[in-house]
Structure formats: C-alpha cells, structure tokens
C-alpha cells in the first residue's frame, strides 16, 4: 500500500487526518527535544515546519540529538534538521531559520502559527514563547528534560493557565539544573519529545490535550500529573507580555560546559558576512571561510564563527569582556 498516512488516518479518522495537511507548526530549538519533536510531526504529515535554531552540531550532542550524525559537525542544526526531514517526508513544507530569537524578532519569527513546540534548553526563549502565545492567542506545549526525567504541559492562554501562573519569573542563574550540570539521558529525551508530540497532534486535530503538568522520572520510576493552577496571573488576564518588550543591545556570556563565549545581539542584525571576510583575513592574516548564513575564522587562540543575524561563538580562552571588544572592534557595535 503506497498511502502514507493510512495507518494514523485508521485511529484519527479521514477528517482530523486530512486537516493536518494545513497546520503550521513552529518548533523552537532542534536539540535533543525538538530533534524527537519534529520528526513525528513531519512523518505525520503537518503541512509546515518553521525550524529555529541558533546552534551548531557539536560532538556532545551526539549522544541524545536523533537528526544528527557525525557527518554534520559543525553546521547549523536548523539546516541539518530540514535535510533529514525532507528525507523522511518530501511533501512538508520545510522552512529552518538559524537564528537567535530575542524580543526583538520574535513577533516576526513566531506569528502565523497553528501551534508553537518548545524544544529549548532555557527559560528565557520560554518565557518568549508564553508572551507570544499570549500576545497571538496560540497554544504552545512547554516540555523539559534533564537527567532521567521531563515534563510536557500543554498551554493555551487564556483558555488555560499560562507557564507564568506556574513559574512567575525565570530560575536565577545557577538556581536550576542544566544537562552541563546534571546530565542527561538521551532515552529519556526521546519519551518526552515523543509525548509531546502527542499532545502537539491533539491540538492539531481538535482534541483536547491534557490538561495539567505531566512530570516523569524515569530513573526513580515516579510520576506526577498535576492539576493546573486554579486562579490565572495578571500577565495573561492583563495580557502583559514584558518579556517582549524588553531590550537590550548585546550580551557577552560564557558557553554552558565549555571554553569560550557567546555573543548575542538585540535587535538581530544583518551583517554582511562577504564585507567581513575580507576585513578578518586582514585582520588575522589567515583564511576566514563563509558558509551559507556563517563566516568562521581563527584569531590568535580563539576558534571565532559569526552568524549573518549578528551572533558570534567564541571557542578559546577569550573572556566575556574581551569578546564585547572584540565585537565592537571588528563589527563596529
């Protein structure tokens, strides 16, 4: 039988089968999470996938991100990831975004949607998410694993409670684990991403999802199903969407597990990556070489790439506050 859906279109029926065909998903960060995430709602047959990722296939990712071989190292994870599903599913509309999301593109990178994944590793681009969820109206899933365990909580303010009715302010610094400190096992990742996807085909065909918090850990074999907050926060009853409107300029921070740094712009910029070459090679009086929508060099100890919307890796010895001069130096920022 050459019918590619037929087998989910016997549980779905003919109707919420067919209806998928005309959804618009964004999936927000294709790491371990969002490499489960949007495999299965590809191979279901949702008719678009934005793909937005700001990262690059490194060797540590290896162990839990499914898309990915070795083959891959050192590309854009967006770009890879729209590869692999093209190979799975030719008949979706694929459209990878390498970019940093901040306040300032989000409203451009994330409305239009039928549904937003969160397959991110920080609080910051989730509480980005809640605002435009908030702001457009559209449902979104929140998922996060780390360890052995993970929990998926379907969201749609203001018909349900917003993450901030949960979580009012993102963890501090430190105040949470991350994989760099707690690690992470790669099964585990993958039981999340795939039951949220599940949830993800429920609001995509018109059933409800489930409504409070699920919360596994499948190392000490316990599970949690947490009822949602009973009373709403001001920020989705009042519609406050701060995270949005922040602004800043640019952030120098060390990268998470490893030597080196990540500079972040906002607003996003648009940088001529051919210009630039041309200024680094007599800069460092070696080769730069651009790819695609990055520009990746050497200068003294430092490994340096820099993104075509105004990011810039460093890996090497160089500080945060060495990096903004750099930056400042070589940009002009």
């Given at each position: 039988?050459?019918?590619?859906?037929?087998?989910?279109?016997?549980?779905?029926?003919?109707?919420?089968?067919?209806?998928?065909?005309?959804?618009?998903?964004?999936?927000?960060?294709?790491?371990?999470?969002?490499?489960?995430?949007?495999?299965?709602?590809?191979?279901?047959?949702?008719?678009?996938?934005?793909?937005?990722?700001?990262?690059?296939?490194?060797?540590?990712?290896?162990?839990?991100?499914?898309?990915?071989?070795?083959?891959?190292?050192?590309?854009?994870?967006?770009?890879?990831?729209?590869?692999?599903?093209?190979?799975?599913?030719?008949?979706?509309?694929?459209?990878?975004?390498?970019?940093?999301?901040?306040?300032?593109?989000?409203?451009?990178?994330?409305?239009?949607?039928?549904?937003?994944?969160?397959?991110?590793?920080?609080?910051?681009?989730?509480?980005?998410?809640?605002?435009?969820?908030?702001?457009?109206?559209?449902?979104?899933?929140?998922?996060?694993?780390?360890?052995?365990?993970?929990?998926?909580?379907?969201?749609?303010?203001?018909?349900?409670?917003?993450?901030?009715?949960?979580?009012?302010?993102?963890?501090?610094?430190?105040?949470?684990?991350?994989?760099?400190?707690?690690?992470?096992l790669g099964p585990a990742v993958g039981v999340i991403g795939s039951w949220a996807a599940?949830?993800?085909?429920?609001?995509?065909?018109?059933?409800?999802?489930?409504?409070?918090?699920?919360?596994?850990?499948?190392?000490?074999?316990?599970?949690?199903?947490?009822?949602?907050?009973?009373?709403?926060?001001?920020?989705?009853?009042?519609?406050?969407?701060?995270?949005?409107?922040?602004?800043?300029?640019?952030?120098?921070?060390?990268?998470?597990?490893?030597?080196?740094?990540?500079?972040?712009?906002?607003?996003?910029?648009?940088?001529?990556?051919?210009?630039?070459?041309?200024?680094?090679?007599?800069?460092?009086?070696?080769?730069?070489?651009?790819?695609?929508?990055?520009?990746?060099?050497?200068?003294?100890?430092?490994?340096?790439?820099?993104?075509?919307?105004?990011?810039?890796?460093?890996?090497?010895?160089?500080?945060?506050?060495?990096?903004?001069?750099?930056?400042?130096?070589?940009?002009?920022?």
């Open positions: 039988m050459n019918d590619r859906y037929a087998k989910q279109r016997i549980f779905l029926g003919a109707e919420a089968d067919a209806s998928l065909r005309s959804k618009r998903v964004a999936v927000l960060g294709l790491g371990a999470l969002g490499s489960v995430i949007a495999p299965w709602l590809a191979r279901a047959g949702v008719g678009h996938l934005t793909l937005l990722d700001r990262d690059l296939v490194e060797a540590s990712n290896l162990q839990r991100q499914l898309l990915y071989g070795e083959s891959d190292l050192g590309r854009p994870k967006a770009e890879v990831a729209a590869q692999r599903l093209a190979e799975a599913n030719s008949t979706v509309e694929l459209h990878p975004v390498v970019a940093d999301l901040t306040s300032g593109n989000a409203r451009e990178l994330l409305s239009g949607f039928d549904l937003l994944c969160d397959g991110t590793d920080n609080f910051e681009a989730r509480f980005l998410l809640n605002d435009m969820a908030i702001l457009t109206g559209t449902p979104w899933i929140y998922a996060g694993a780390i360890g052995g365990e993970g929990v998926v909580w379907p969201l749609h303010p203001p018909h349900t409670p917003c993450l901030r009715c949960l979580i009012e302010e993102p963890p501090a610094g430190g105040d949470v684990d991350t994989c760099d400190s707690a690690g992470v599940l949830e993800a085909l429920k609001v995509l065909t018109g059933k409800a999802p489930h409504a409070g918090l699920a919360r596994f850990d499948f190392w000490q074999d316990e599970r949690q199903f947490l009822k949602p907050p009973k009373t709403r926060c001001r920020f989705c009853t009042e519609r406050i969407t701060e995270f949005l409107e922040a602004r800043w300029t640019l952030k120098a921070s060390p990268l998470c597990g490893l030597e080196g740094v990540q500079i972040r712009v906002n607003p996003p910029g648009r940088l001529d990556l051919g210009a630039l070459k041309s200024r680094l090679e007599a800069r460092t009086r070696s080769p730069w070489r651009q790819a695609g929508l990055m520009l990746k060099g050497q200068e003294g100890p430092d490994e340096i790439t820099l993104f075509a919307d105004g990011r810039a890796l460093v890996h090497g010895p160089m500080t945060p506050e060495r990096a903004r001069s750099w930056y400042a130096e070589v940009i002009g920022a």
